[in-house]
């Protein structure tokens, strides 16, 4: 029996990873290069790693060292302007909100800190749907390992089995199965141009789907 949904943060209730991509390729552009956006896809729902960290990267491509705070800087102040300007995604809320009335237990497991996904849960006015909050310092790994899931699942004193989990990325699908977890698959305008596969169901929206529709899926 399902007793609770688990949702990622980053790209699936608010878009964040367009507005890093397009600060970043800003950026980019600056420095006289520009950033493929398959090549950021390949830690969309991650972190910078030894596949993809933005410094190393333009400095590969310049062929000279960049000083690493300026670039951030720049970075943060553009996606930061970006991200501000954008609504939640479409059938977010409906879902928490049916999900509350069918009193079902609601999660966050992301590989974001606390401070950006509690912050921005709190300016959206949704921290209060949500019974546990998982970020990336409750683990040792973040996706695609499936330490948040299985942590969020610990939190809320339940199986693999009674739990369903909202991914926009293929980091976050894959650790959903290693995880055990069913996992409706969610892309944003960013993960649409990755592939990836694996999930229990694709929706291109939340909004194209009632919550009560998608359980009579699964």
């Known amino acids: 029996m399902l007793k609770a949904l688990i949702f990622d943060f980053d790209g699936l209730v608010l878009d964040t990873e367009t507005p890093e991509y397009e600060a970043l390729n800003q950026v980019y552009t600056e420095y006289g290069q520009s950033l493929p956006v398959e090549t950021y896809g390949l830690v969309v729902g991650s972190q910078y790693n030894h596949e993809f960290e933005p410094v190393s990267h333009l400095q590969d491509l310049m062929g000279e060292p960049l000083d690493a705070e300026t670039f951030w800087k720049k970075v943060n102040r553009h996606r930061l302007e970006l991200i501000e300007q954008n609504p939640l995604l479409p059938g977010v809320e409906a879902y928490l909100r049916e999900g509350k009335a069918r009193g079902l237990k609601l999660a966050v497991a992301s590989s974001s800190p ?29 996706k695609p390992h499936p330490d948040l899931f299985l942590a969020a699942l610990g939190a809320l004193h339940l199986g693999a089995d009674e739990a369903v989990i909202f991914e926009d990325s293929a980091n976050g699908v894959l650790a959903a199965r290693q ?40």
């Open 114 to 142: 606390h401070a950006w996904v509690d912050g921005h849960l709190k300016r959206l006015g949704l921290f209060h749907y949500f019974d546990v909050i998982i970020c990336k310092e409750d683990v040792v790994n973040v």
């Open 179 to 218: 995880a055990g977890i069913r996992v409706i698959a969610v892309p944003n305008p960013i993960t649409r141009h990755m592939k990836f596969e694996g999930e229990t169901l694709r929706l291109q929206s939340l909004a194209d789907l009632s919550l009560g529709d998608l359980l009579r899926k699964l």
